[in-house]
């Protein structure tokens, strides 16, 4: 019962960076209203933990500082693997495909938080503001910032979002 509490408490405290995370919605009162889990294929955590309010702010500053340094990766999905592990937060490798149908270390969930991914058959990003749908991935230009709501995204079918899973273990 306490690991449920732990996790509660940790839920709570991300929800600030779905507003859009400017510095002004940081330091507001949250509403609360947390997304509920979608089932995926390949998840059995018996003690595991989302992202804290911390964590997601590193792996989204890991994210934007490879766009000023220019630091892409051979795809997609390698560079979110790349971000994710310079924050702190590794995981096995799966290409996007595989991502698209849910990987160990992520849990699918019905509205994205940021730092959370945003996957489609055959691409990757991570979610940076959920208010304003922005991701970063490796675009047609290089590493940067897009609207997954735009309609080049949209075009690519309905995106699927997971949320990575620290393991308590």
Known sequence: ???????????????????????????????VAVSAPVRSRNLHHSRARTLSKDDRSSVIAVALHS???GHARRDCSHLVHSIYERAGFPYSYVDSED?????????????????DLVVWHGHVGIVVRPAKHEFFSLLSKGPGVDDYRSRYWRARGRPRFYRYLKSDS
């Open 67 to 69: 766009k000023k340094t």
């Open 99 to 115: 991502l698209f149908e849910g990987a160990k270390s992520f849990q699918r969930v019905a509205k994205p938080e940021a730092a």
């Open 1 to 31: 019962m306490h690991d449920r509490a732990k996790v509660i408490v940790a839920g709570v405290c991300t929800l600030a960076l779905c507003t859009g995370g400017t510095a002004r919605a940081q330091h507001a009162t949250p509403t």
